[in-house]
């Protein structure tokens, strides 16, 4: 299943352009107003009819008023508002949306979110941070993404706080994993842990109540895997990244693809990082001096260079300047301190628009 998170719900810069979703795909600019480009599925795009408006070429979004954050599926979406409200709109299969909402194309007011602060978006649930540090959960409870101690296939779509988190200030929402990074620098993390996902040490189905990521203090941000078996990652107060889980699509940056860590270890040769985001199967790193480092799947040149289906071990792109960076689904999108957009990689799904074509290289994305 594609899934995009962009950004993964990181301590984020304030660039010029915001980038989500992968069919559409949603940029947030600076005023708060949102744009979309890209194939149209159904019910993404808020009052159209994708029968009729296939592809959008920069579309602009009617939304109640200025937005914060945009976090999109292929096929759902929500939208934090920059009063601190929250709406959705797509084909909510798992209560998304609330509970007896399964889809609209219309943007629907989430019942229970105020004050909210920052928000993510899974294969099967959502989350949400409030402004006094807790953390709310809304979808189906499969693999324990609710954080409410239950593995099972039961929805809800009320969103209800984590019991026993608090301090919270920021979030990273994997396909199937949660990250909360805390004001005294702890990561916690609950989900999926297959691959060792949660920095437990060993493995497990999951772990269905937030526990302390192992090995890992001084954390400053993080981003969680999109897939269900890929690999989280982190920053330190050093510097440094830091990985673990699976290594199927050579998320650990070791020069290998295969195996997985069960607890985070550091990358080699990275180090003056200042942003890590994750996407399906690759990690991009941004450095203090406007350089990316990246690894991991390269097979549609999402990571902007060649050297074949998997780059194994970290790697420069030929970019500078570079502010922030948005992994979307098979595609990366690099912000430059002047507003510049680069991007490289899959196609958004239209048959005529500016990301219709794959390419293999950063390449400048001329934004209205």
């Given at each position: 299943m594609?899934?995009?998170?962009?950004a993964c719900?990181f301590?984020?810069?304030?660039p010029?352009?915001r980038?989500?979703g992968?069919v559409?795909?949603?940029?947030?600019?600076?005023d708060?107003?949102v744009l979309?480009?890209g194939?149209n599925?159904p019910?993404?795009?808020?009052?159209s009819d994708w029968?009729?408006?296939?592809?959008?070429?920069?579309e602009?979004?009617?939304?109640?008023?200025p937005?914060?954050?945009?976090e999109?599926?292929?096929?759902?979406?929500?939208?934090?508002?920059?009063?601190?409200?929250?709406y959705?709109?797509?084909?909510s299969?798992?209560?998304?949306?609330?509970?007896?909402?399964?889809?609209?194309?219309?943007?629907?007011?989430?019942?229970?979110?105020?004050?909210?602060?920052?928000?993510?978006?899974?294969?099967n649930?959502?989350?949400?941070?409030?402004?006094?540090?807790?953390?709310l959960?809304?979808?189906?409870?499969?693999?324990?993404?609710?954080?409410?101690?239950?593995?099972?296939?039961k929805?809800?779509?009320?969103p209800h706080?984590?019991?026993?988190?608090?301090?919270?200030?920021?979030?990273?929402?994997g396909?199937?994993?949660?990250?909360?990074?805390?004001k005294d620098?702890s990561l916690?993390a609950?989900?999926?842990?297959?691959?060792?996902q949660?920095?437990?040490?060993?493995?497990?189905?999951?772990?269905a109540?937030p526990?302390?990521?192992?090995g890992?203090?001084?954390?400053?941000?993080?981003a969680a895997?999109k897939?269900?078996?890929?690999a989280?990652a982190?920053?330190t107060?050093?510097?440094r990244?830091?990985?673990?889980?699976?290594?199927?699509s050579?998320m650990?940056?070791?020069?290998?693809?295969?195996?997985?860590?069960?607890s985070?270890?550091?990358?080699?040769?990275?180090t003056?990082?200042?942003?890590?985001t994750?996407?399906?199967?690759?990690?991009?790193?941004v450095?203090t001096n406007?350089?990316?480092?990246?690894?991991g799947?390269?097979?549609?040149?999402?990571?902007g260079?060649?050297g074949g289906?998997?780059?194994?071990?970290?790697?420069?792109?030929?970019?500078?300047?570079?502010?922030?960076a948005y992994?979307?689904g098979?595609?990366?999108?690099?912000?430059k301190?002047n507003g510049v957009?680069?991007?490289?990689?899959?196609t958004d799904?239209?048959?005529s628009?500016?990301?219709?074509?794959?390419?293999?290289?950063y390449?400048v994305l001329?934004?209205p």
């Open positions: 594609l899934l995009t998170l962009l719900s301590l984020r810069p304030s010029d352009i980038v989500s992968v559409p795909r949603f940029f947030v600019k600076k708060g107003s979309a480009c194939g599925s019910d993404m795009i808020p009052d029968h009729t408006k296939p592809e959008v070429h920069f602009r979004i009617a939304l109640s008023g937005v914060r954050q945009l999109a599926t292929t096929s759902q979406a929500l939208a934090l508002m920059q009063d601190g409200t929250v959705g709109w797509g084909s299969s798992h209560s998304l949306l609330g509970n007896g909402v399964g889809k609209s194309n219309k943007p629907l007011k989430i019942a229970g979110l105020e004050n909210i602060v920052q928000i993510g978006i899974g294969w649930h959502a989350v949400a941070l409030r402004s006094d540090g807790k953390v959960t809304w979808g189906q409870r499969t693999y324990g993404v609710l954080g409410d101690g239950q593995d099972t296939d929805e809800d779509g009320m706080e984590v019991e026993g988190l608090s301090d919270v200030t920021s979030i990273s929402v396909g199937r994993t949660t990250l909360a990074l805390k620098k916690w609950w989900g999926c842990n297959t691959s060792g949660l920095g437990q040490g060993s493995s497990s189905r999951c772990i109540t526990v302390r990521v192992k890992l203090s001084g954390v400053i941000q993080c895997d897939n269900d078996d890929g989280n982190a920053i107060s050093d510097g990244v830091w990985v673990w889980g699976s290594n199927g050579s650990l940056g070791n020069g290998k693809r295969d195996g997985a860590a069960m985070p270890i550091p990358v080699k040769g990275v003056g990082a200042k942003q890590v994750t996407g399906l199967g690759c990690i991009v790193v450095h406007g350089t990316v480092t990246s690894w799947f390269n097979g549609f040149g999402g990571l260079m060649s289906t998997y780059i194994q071990s970290p790697r420069k792109p030929n970019v500078s300047g570079i502010a922030a992994a979307s098979y595609a990366t999108f690099l912000v301190a957009v680069l991007w490289s990689g899959g799904g239209s048959k628009g500016p990301m219709s074509k794959k390419v293999g290289q390449t001329n934004i």
